[in-house]
């Protein structure tokens, strides 16, 4: 859903540009208290797996494909704020090394793609996670709901853009239709990828997924034959190993991404997506731009002077996984390092 230049007036690509940037400050505000030291450098790890699970298209209908928005996926793992934040390097990365979505339109996209599905997926999902039972099959189902909701949301949320700075003359309520309805069934394809996505994680670290935060179930003991809970571990006592160290779930998601972008991409549907397509039957795309960064040695995800297809989109691929998370991470330890201190406990000196 990578809105080009030329679809929206420049107006309106402007005041999205502000909704997007006021959207982005408030997302360094909160990821601060999102954010720690286990989650820092994973929240550029989920930025670099979601650019690389985006580039493979799954077909949805009749010459039409779609493709993950992750918006969903970011706000269930790390955080609404720091989700927000992952799509928003994602979309920059995508418009400046591969002229995929306008930079005049980058605002627009980081609204719909980013700021719209990340409220709308994680609002969902925690009033879902409030009323079903506190397990890892419910808040995996909470996660297929709300990724399947997010996607015609962000649908109904470009409509609305075009219907105010549209710069062709289309009936609203036939793109209306026809993108909810496109975007309907890529939902599916994405809530199925983050449903996968969220359980694999829940069920290997469930401490690391922000929205499965206090799922796990006390320790029970029997004593005289009847189930009670185990004392808390004193606070002085060391965290198990596999709690502290996200190495081993950094290194499995980082080969994960590669592969996906590196090799699986390579197999992705080759049909317009669904606003390309819906933007070429209603005559949407009359007034498309070409890219500025058209010129890009990696543009159309692929490397430049490399004639071999599988092998210029596998390492477009590579290049990309690696760009994203070298960025990301950087972003997140910045915006960690200027998280506020904590406010210690007030203490009184006693008289003698």
């Not at 190495?247 to 197999?267: E, I, K, P, Q």
């Amino acid at each position: 859903m990578h809105v080009p230049d030329g679809f929206i007036n420049a107006p309106v690509s402007a005041v999205a540009g502000v909704v997007a940037a006021g959207a982005v400050a408030v997302g360094l505000r909160g990821a601060r208290r999102e954010l720690d030291e286990r989650t820092a450098p994973l929240a550029g790890l989920v930025a670099a797996f979601i650019f690389a699970v985006q580039m493979l298209n799954f077909p949805v209908a009749a010459g039409t494909s779609g493709h993950l928005l992750g918006g969903a996926l970011a706000a269930i793992l790390v955080g609404p704020y720091t989700g927000l934040l992952c799509i928003a390097v994602v979309l920059l990365m995508q418009g400046i090394l591969f002229a995929d979505g306008g930079l005049t339109a980058l605002g627009v996209n980081i609204t719909v793609m980013g700021l719209v599905t990340t409220l709308v997926a994680y609002a969902l999902f925690r009033g879902l996670t409030r009323v079903l039972p506190r397990t890892r099959r419910s808040t995996t189902a909470a996660a297929f709901v709300a990724a399947l909701v997010s996607v015609p949301a962000a649908a109904v949320a470009f409509t609305l853009i075009y219907a105010i700075g549209g710069t062709t003359d289309v009936p609203i309520g036939k793109v209306l239709t026809a993108m909810v309805g496109v975007h309907v069934l890529i939902g599916l394809g994405e809530a199925v990828i983050t449903a996968l996505t969220v359980g694999a994680v829940i069920a290997v670290r469930p401490d690391l997924v922000h929205g499965a935060r206090g799922l796990a179930a006390p320790l029970k003991l029997r004593v005289d034959g009847e189930l009670v809970d185990a004392p808390a571990a004193p606070a002085s006592s060391p965290a198990p190993a596999a709690a502290r160290s996200t190495r081993r779930v950094w290194a499995a998601g980082l080969a994960a991404a590669l592969v996906l972008a590196g090799f699986v991409s390579f197999y992705a549907s080759a049909n317009p997506d669904g606003l390309e397509k819906v933007a070429a039957d209603k005559g949407i795309d009359e007034k498309v731009q070409e890219h500025d960064a058209a010129g890009s040695p990696l543009a159309d995800y692929g490397v430049k002077d490399i004639g071999n297809a599988r092998v210029s989109g596998g390492l477009a691929g590579v290049i990309g996984v690696g760009v994203t998370v070298a960025v990301g991470s950087g972003v997140f330890w910045a915006v960690r390092r200027r998280r506020a201190p904590e406010t210690p406990e007030p203490h009184t000196t006693e008289s003698v």
